[in-house]
């Protein structure tokens, strides 16, 4: 910055002076953002003085994502049981100020992790997480200074886990040929969080055996085979 031409009056009060220079006006320091109504005054060597005033705007720069481009799709699904705590991904800020990081889904986090951020999944998000409810879990990251934000999309597919199937001995029996309709041959258990299960047994075998649930509830749920015909 400079300033020139400024008028000046005598110690005296008889005389003005004008005083016509350049000079260069530097902050010496770090700004914030904001304005500095500065007052300047010229003194020259016989004491005589020029005040001049001007305002300095200082606008922040805004934080800048490392890459600037972050990934907005999770490269691999997650599954709808996962249970434990996880980093999805990890970026950096560019920016003189201090960085506070948000996302917007309650199922995620971000996470501090040296000077890196981190996307987390949360603990127990198993709880949360349904591929029949919601398969894409969407959410925005907001990074900001104080001052200014940018923000990111992320997307995470989550897929949904296959069924469970227990107490499976590979046999069964053995069972009378003159056993009547409606026998139990065997129960097992299938394991699904999130889904009602329907179990079908193989022809031409199916003409024989049945399957009944004994179970209705979500979770661990219990199944009978038993003859549907005459074993003969």
Known sequence: MAFKNLAAISKDKKEKVNITRLDDIHSGASLSAGSYPLTITATDRCGDTAIGTITVTVTNT????VPVSLLTVHPTPISDVTTTARSLYAFDITDTNPITCTVDNTKFEIK???SAYELWLKAG??????????AVESMTITCSDGTDQITSSYKVDISDAAPVLTNFAGTSGPLGDLSPVG???HQFTVTDQDDAISCSINAPESAKFGITKVDTANGAQRFDVK?????D
């Open 183 to 185: 026998t139990s041959v």
């Open 227 to 231: 003859t549907i015909a005459l074993l």
């Open 62 to 65: 805004a934080p800048v994502f």
């Open 125 to 134: 998000s198993a709880s949360t997480l349904n591929h029949d409810v919601t």
């Open 112 to 114: 501090t992790v040296g």
